[in-house]
């Protein structure tokens, strides 16, 4: 299963960087997160190995292609700015994987495993909207 996962994650940056130009770096975060999304919506389904693998295509293609295409955003967005924005982009990523890591460990601690993937479901939709929402307000008026 890692190695599918990893496997994944090397073709969802490739295919980032040969589409982002034409895409747009914005576009791109949209799309690498849901599919992660979608692998979340769908993570009840993952009740055997095989299943497990289907469900991670998915979050594989997305997760490690988002960062790449956010930080291709925010270097496109401020390119003078571009190595304190990309330093804080990593330092939020590791914010957050600390905040979901314990949001997961208070469900463990609370028997509510089964809410996991849609406690995560809900937090990428409000990331999609937020990122969707940074776009709206970029565009000329």
């Known amino acids: 299963m890692w190695a599918l996962f990893g496997a994944c994650g090397l073709v969802g940056n490739m295919v980032v960087s040969r589409f ?16 992660i999304t979608l692998s979340l919506l769908l993570w009840p389904l993952a009740s055997t190995l095989a299943w497990l693998a289907v469900v991670l295509v998915p979050w ?22 571009a190595p304190g924005s990309v330093a804080l982009n990593s330092s939020g990523i590791y914010t957050g994987q600390a905040v979901g890591a314990a949001l997961g460990g208070w469900l463990l601690a609370h028997d509510a495993q089964v809410w996991m993937s849609w406690v995560g479901f809900a ?18 008026a």
């Open 123 to 140: 937090l990428l939709l409000v990331a999609i909207t937020l990122s969707a929402a940074i776009d709206r307000s970029r565009r000329p």
């Open 20 to 35: 982002i130009d034409r895409v747009g770096a914005g576009r791109m975060v949209l799309i690498t997160t849901a599919l």
């Open 60 to 81: 594989g293609l997305g997760c490690f292609a988002t960062n790449s295409a956010q930080q291709a955003r925010l270097v496109g967005l401020a390119p003078a700015l």
